[in-house]
């Protein structure tokens, strides 16, 4: 896959509050991958979500989870993306040493 160049309009007075706080602006570009990945993966994101409600929607009335159940998954589902955080925070420390 071949890149893509853009270019970036900005405006003046962010320009100077940059150069003023110290912040390079020569080089943003992998600022702008993250800030790229960032938003995809949230639409992603909604996306299975809003896909995952209709699914459930769908079910026979029989089937579908209570609302108390699906807060035990979010539940879950947070709680194990904060052990992973935690996991990577600390061997990102460890490399830093």
């Given at each position: 896959m071949s890149d893509v160049e853009i270019t970036i309009k900005l405006p003046e007075e962010l320009v100077e509050r940059a150069r003023a706080e110290g912040v390079?602006?020569?080089?943003?570009?992998?600022?702008?991958?993250?800030l790229l990945?960032?938003?995809i993966e949230?639409?992603?994101?909604?996306?299975?979500?809003?896909?995952?409600?209709?699914q459930?929607?769908?079910?026979?009335?029989d089937l579908k989870p209570t609302p108390e159940?699906?807060?035990?998954?979010?539940?879950?589902?947070?709680?194990?993306?904060?052990?992973?955080d935690e996991r990577w925070s600390i061997s990102g420390d460890a490399r830093m040493r």
């Open positions: 390079r602006l020569d080089n943003v570009t992998e600022d702008v991958i993250e990945e960032n938003r949230r639409k992603a994101a909604l996306r299975r979500l809003l896909d995952l409600a209709d459930i929607d769908r079910l026979p009335n159940e699906i807060e035990a998954e979010i539940r879950a589902a947070r709680a194990e993306r904060a052990d992973l």
